[in-house]
């Protein structure tokens, strides 16, 4: 935020640096939980009884490699988006836009995104971490969680997208 006279205020650059920091707490936390439903799309298609080709087996092992790690702290990034996103309606001019509906649907969207990462995203990247640390290459099984995580993901960044269009567009202001 600059002011008329074209330097930047003390406030304004406070509020640009949250506003940074929101973004990237969005960007981070949401972009991890996107790259778990990539990477467990690819475990849920492989078949490891057939011989695979050089560009199926890298992609394999990376996939295999990100959930080998377990649940990391990127993903609970998502936690600071709210917290941030409080300080901006404060540092805009108070909580009175609070009670706006791009607040509400944004603040929703959020709880709503990270019921579906604890009730079912992350539990099922515990249980692929486990499967996968043990060397248990059970293919059904396997295939089985890498889908509840792929669908895990993909629920999760849909309330993630209606919240951030939300923010974006801003609807009532």
Partial sequence: MLSKGGSATKAGVIYDLVLLAHVAAGLIGYGSIAFSGYFASALAKEDRARSLDAGSAKALARAVHFFEQG??????????VPVLGG???WLGGGLSEASEPWVITGGLAWLASVGVAHGLLWPAEEALAGMLAGGSWNNVDIKRVACRVELGSTVTMAFYSVGLVAMIAQPGR
């Fill in 87 to 89: 300080v901006l309606l």
């Fill in 71 to 80: 649940p990391g702290l990127a993903p609970r990034v998502i936690y600071l």
